[in-house]
């Protein structure tokens, strides 16, 4: 098949979400590699939604580990509890930051991150991945982007 991204060119972040997610949906519906399923949702993410970094971090024993992403370079293991990663994983539970600067122990991956969102995925009641998206822009996330990205990180979790 043949894997064409529509870009929603629509100001409005909810119309954006709502022609992306189906597509995502769709694209992993027939791929049961986590690897490839997790580099087209990067992908997917950041052209469809033009964020400045996304990408995955997989539970590897007692650290986070680098997966699938999308932007400048980023730092390849974190500690559970630490950044704001590693809190969306000891907490299992979404972490919304408005300011980088304001987070006690943000992971600088890059000094253009200016805020931030994690969200983890489960796997028998445990954060088996989370999902981390970053921005250039101080406070560019919010309630929208929480539901639809929760959204998709139920949709990663049938492929779990
Ligand atoms: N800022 C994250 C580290 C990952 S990078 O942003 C890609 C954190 O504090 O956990």
Redesign the pocket.
């Known amino acids: 098949m043949a894997e064409n991204l529509i870009v929603s060119t629509s100001t409005d972040k909810q119309e954006r979400y709502d022609s992306l997610l189906p597509q995502i949906e769709a694209l992993i519906s027939y791929e049961d590699n986590l690897v490839a399923n997790l580099s087209n949702i990067a992908a997917a993410l950041r052209y469809g939604m033009n964020f400045f970094?996304v990408?995955f971090y997989v539970v590897k024993e007692a650290q986070l580990v680098l997966g699938p992403f999308q932007g400048p370079i980023?730092?390849t293991r974190?500690a559970k509890g630490?950044?704001?990663?590693?809190t969306a994983w000891s907490e299992k539970r979404t972490v919304l930051v408005e300011n980088?600067d304001e987070?006690p122990g943000?992971?600088?991956?890059?000094s253009d991150?200016k805020s931030?969102i994690?969200l983890p995925a489960f796997k028998n009641e445990e954060v088996a991945l989370i999902l981390?998206v970053?921005s250039d822009q101080l406070n560019d996330f919010d309630e929208i982007d929480q539901k639809n990205l929760e959204k998709l990180m139920r949709l990663i979790e049938g492929k779990l």
């Open positions: 970094w990408g980023a730092c974190i630490k950044g704001v990663c590693g980088v987070f943000h992971i600088a991956c890059s991150s931030e994690v981390d970053d």
